[in-house]
C-alpha cells in the first residue's frame, strides 16, 4: 500500500510517469491502468480528510495542526531538503 498527503492526484501519477520517463518499469502497485478505483491500493489522506467533499483543499501542515504533529512535520520536511529551494517558507510560515 501507498501512502501520501494528495497522493492519488499528484505523488503517485509524477513518479509513474518520471519511472516511464526514464525506462525503469512499472511497479505493479504505480501501473493502475484499466482498475477501478476501488481496486487501487493506494492511502490518500487528503481524500479520507475530505469525508466525500470534493469542493474543498486541505493542506498537509493544516491536517498536522489538526493532530497537533507540526512540530514533527516541520523536522521532516526540513530533514527532507524542503524549504529554501521549494518555496515551502512561502506556504509554510512556521518553517
Do not use: Q
Not at 493502475?32 to 490518500?44: I, M, Q, R, S, Y
Not at 530533514?79 to 512561502?90: D, E, I, N, P, V
Amino acid at each position: 500500500m501507498l501512502c501520501a498527503h494528495n497522493g492519488k492526484e499528484f505523488d503517485f501519477p509524477y513518479m509513474a510517469r518520471r519511472m516511464l520517463i526514464n525506462g525503469i518499469k512499472l511497479p505493479v502497485i504505480l501501473d493502475t491502468a484499466g482498475k477501478k478505483p476501488w481496486e487501487v491500493n493506494h492511502l490518500d489522506t487528503m481524500e479520507l480528510w475530505k469525508f466525500g467533499d470534493y469542493k474543498s483543499y486541505t493542506s498537509l501542515e493544516l491536517l498536522a495542526a489538526v493532530y497537533s504533529i507540526s512540530p514533527l512535520l516541520k523536522t521532516i520536511l526540513m530533514a527532507a531538503g524542503f524549504g529554501k529551494s521549494t518555496g515551502l517558507k512561502r506556504t509554510c510560515p512556521a518553517l
